[in-house]
């Protein structure tokens, strides 16, 4: 168990929907990232968050965004979902920012959209 | 062509046999260097960390990383069943002027099985 927590585990939703996924860090950890799993595309990085402000950019979609809240737990929102978005969701955290910090990562939610 | 590039195999091996996975990078800003090792259905678990070139060992595992040839391994001696996972490279670099950014960029991952 690396300490980061994911909810909900599995989402079923239908195209043109919204979701939210949401993610606590490990204790004390400041920093949390997204990432996006698929078959085609392997593990890729979404967002990164630190202490409540984005630090990083990846490919993220402008119908996706996310945010961290003053407890540090984050959020990543999903909207117009179509059925490319499904996925696992991870979330990962580490302790600072940089590579320098090792990330762990969470169970991840896995996302159908039909 | 992807910055990463790792063999997706998959790998099967004998109980016992000595594993070798790796990955080849064409960013020279990649500093630090990870392996992880994923369960079907699971989070990715950090099992190794490198920075720069050089060898480091952990208990049956020993991470490589050449950054000459732009060229990381992951070696697992006395291979257990419970060794069989994706395994997947992931890096991460510098921006201009020495910061260094958490975004870590993954190799597609090699499928291992160890049977007994």
């Known amino acids: 168990d690396s300490g980061v927590t994911q909810t909900p585990k599995h989402l079923i939703t239908a195209t043109g929907q919204r979701v939210t996924l949401r993610c606590s860090p490990r204790?004390?950890?400041?920093?949390v990232y997204w990432y996006q799993q698929s078959l085609d595309q392997g593990l890729q990085f979404l967002i990164q968050?630190?202490?409540?402000?984005?630090?990083a950019k990846g490919n993220i979609l402008e119908r996706f965004s996310a945010q961290q809240f003053p407890d540090l737990h984050s959020e990543l929102n999903l909207s117009s979902l179509e059925l490319g978005d499904s996925a696992l969701y991870f979330c990962?955290?580490?302790?600072?920012?940089?590579?320098?910090?090792?990330?762990?990562f969470g169970p991840g939610t896995r996302l159908t959209v039909t | 062509q992807k910055e990463v590039e790792q063999d997706p195999g998959p790998l099967s091996v004998p109980e016992g046999a000595i594993v070798s996975l790796n990955c080849t990078y064409s960013n020279s800003a990649f500093q630090y260097f990870m392996w992880y090792r994923q369960y079907s259905r699971k989070g990715p678990e950090l099992l190794m960390y490198t920075y720069s070139s050089g060898n480091k060992e952990d208990g049956r595992f020993t991470a490589q990383v050449d950054k000459s040839s732009k060229y990381i391994s992951l070696f697992i001696r006395d291979s257990q069943p419970s060794d069989s996972a994706t395994y997947l490279c992931?890096?991460?670099?510098?921006?201009?002027?020495?910061?260094?950014?958490?975004?870590?960029?993954f190799g597609q991952g090699t499928i291992l099985t160890v049977h007994p």
């Open positions: 204790s004390g950890d400041l920093s």
């Open positions: 992931a890096m991460s670099g510098l921006y201009a002027g020495g910061t260094s950014y958490g975004k870590l960029t």
């Open positions: 968050y630190y202490n409540g402000e984005e630090r």
């Open positions: 990962a955290s580490s302790v600072g920012t940089g590579g320098v910090y090792e990330q762990y």
